[in-house]
């Protein structure tokens, strides 16, 4: 089993920034990826972006190219999201999530297997 617990989320003007991290814990050692998703009140849970221990490959969503950085610190089993010019639409819950196998990109719920409590991200208009 893997554990996920993400911290830094928090309120927020639209223009600011946030930085989300996310600790995994347990049986980490195969995970091969790791991403951030986020689910606005009445939404869908939706792709944010994701990263590939191997080779640190990323991946992100078109709404958030260019504002957000996904990294990971592999020694501390950690993940993070930078979060730059931050916008009303960016408010949700974020979750953090990790898989193992080699496919990639990995950009659909259903294509992971641990996930975190979430964090709240509120960006005023």
């Known amino acids: 089993q893997v554990q996920l617990v993400e911290s830094g989320g928090g309120f927020v003007q639209a223009g600011g920034s946030l930085r989300l991290s996310c600790a995994a814990s347990?049986?980490?050692?195969?995970?091969?990826?790791m991403a951030w998703f986020r689910q606005a009140p009445g939404q869908e849970r939706e792709f944010v972006a994701a990263?590939?221990?191997?080779?640190?490959?990323?991946s992100y969503a078109e709404s958030v190219k260019g504002r957000f950085t996904v990294s990971g610190d592999n020694g501390k089993n950690t993940l993070y999201l930078q979060m730059n010019t931050l916008k009303f639409d960016d408010t949700a819950v974020y979750y953090c999530?990790?898989?193992?196998?080699?496919?990639?990109?990995?950009?659909?719920?259903?294509?992971?297997?641990?996930w975190g409590q979430g964090t709240q991200v509120t960006v005023s208009a």
């Open positions: 999530a990790a898989t193992y196998g080699v496919i990639w990109p990995k950009v659909r719920r259903y294509e992971y297997s641990y």
């Open positions: 347990g049986r980490t050692s195969s995970l091969s990826a």
């Open positions: 990263l590939k221990w191997t080779g640190a490959l990323t």
